[in-house]
């Protein structure tokens, strides 16, 4: 990707790598690990994001 990026692209990525995070490890123990990962989570390889 080129290193100059117009300030709405890089808000959203930006957006997309704080979403893309693991749950707090409270909520895990809370839940007694069933909740594992959280539904927003994407990897980088299988999942595009919208351009």
């Given amino acids: ?4 990026k117009p300030v709405a692209k890089k808000l959203r990525l930006a ?5 893309n995070r693991m ?3 409270f ?3 809370k ?4 909740v594992m ?3 927003s989570q994407r990897n980088w390889r299988r999942t595009r994001l919208k351009k």
Wanted: aromatic residues 10%; proline residues 14%.
């Fill in 37 to 39: 990962r959280s539904p």
């Fill in 23 to 25: 749950p707090p490890l």
């Fill in 15 to 19: 957006r997309a790598l704080r979403s």
């Fill in 31 to 34: 839940t007694n690990f069933r």
């Fill in 27 to 29: 909520v895990r123990i």
């Fill in 1 to 4: 990707m080129a290193r100059y």
